[in-house]
């Protein structure tokens, strides 16, 4: 059975740090990752997806890296920001080699940049 | 982009009513939808798969009778608390998949999800 585990669970940073939140998962054979924001009280907004044949994907100041054989991915966020205070969460299909199948999610990494 | 939107966004109501959650898929037919749930700091978890013109399908421990989904056309799927009671509170999100070949950049489209307290 798939699992999704992030590390940490929360974090602290002074405005313009660089950080890095870890997601692994238990099952190599995705289909794909996807990391998501989700604000308080709110619903998800996607961020990036990295298809099973990608290794990176970039949008921004986001910078998203898989790594299949080992189980990770991990989100690389540049010059943290206040707005960047959210929970992300990292997703993979729950039907294993698989798209458009309902998603399993870890349990989130707590983000807080303060200015 | 598509669009999932999802009414009501907050409901409060008596324990022992039933709640109905609407989610629709505003640009696209989507003949599979998700109903996922997501308590007090933890993640969402799939409770059941929409299917139009079909039963749904269930994850474990997630009670048929008590959570009833209807997705009586390609844009509409509902889900209702059936005699809620206070451990049923919880935020209530849906997702919809667009038609095979379709996708661009992402494989399902989020509603902004519908927050339950039940008294």
């Known amino acids: 059975k798939q699992e999704v585990t992030q590390i940490p669970a929360a974090l602290s940073v002074p405005e313009g740090e660089n950080l890095v939140l870890n997601c692994s998962f238990t099952d190599s054979a995705i289909y794909n990752l996807q990391w998501f924001r989700q604000d308080p009280g709110k619903g998800l907004t996607s961020l990036l997806l990295i298809q099973s044949s990608q290794r990176e994907q970039t949008s921004g100041r986001l910078n998203a890296s898989l790594d299949k054989s080992s189980g990770r991915s991990t989100l690389y966020i540049a010059a943290s920001q206040p707005g960047d205070s959210a929970t992300y969460l990292c997703a993979v299909p729950l039907l294993l080699n698989q798209a458009g199948t309902a998603l399993i999610f870890g349990k989130g990494t707590t983000l807080s940049v303060s200015s | 982009g598509a669009v999932v939107s999802q009414h009501p966004s907050w409901v409060i109501c008596k324990s022992g009513t039933s709640v109905k959650i609407e989610c629709r898929s505003l640009d696209f037919q989507a003949t599979t939808m998700f109903w996922y749930r997501q308590f007090p700091k933890q993640s969402l978890m799939l409770m059941a798969t929409?299917?139009?013109?079909?039963?749904?399908?269930?994850e474990q421990g997630v009670e048929k009778d008590k959570f009833l989904i209807n997705h009586a056309s390609l844009t509409l799927s509902t889900l209702t608390v059936t005699s809620a009671h206070p451990e049923d509170s919880s935020f209530y999100i849906c997702?919809?998949?667009?038609?095979?070949?379709?996708?661009?950049?992402?494989?399902?489209?989020f509603g902004p999800g519908t927050r339950l307290l039940v008294l």
């Open positions: 929409s299917n139009e013109g079909s039963k749904a399908t269930y």
């Open positions: 997702s919809a998949t667009p038609p095979s070949g379709s996708v661009s950049r992402v494989t399902q489209y």
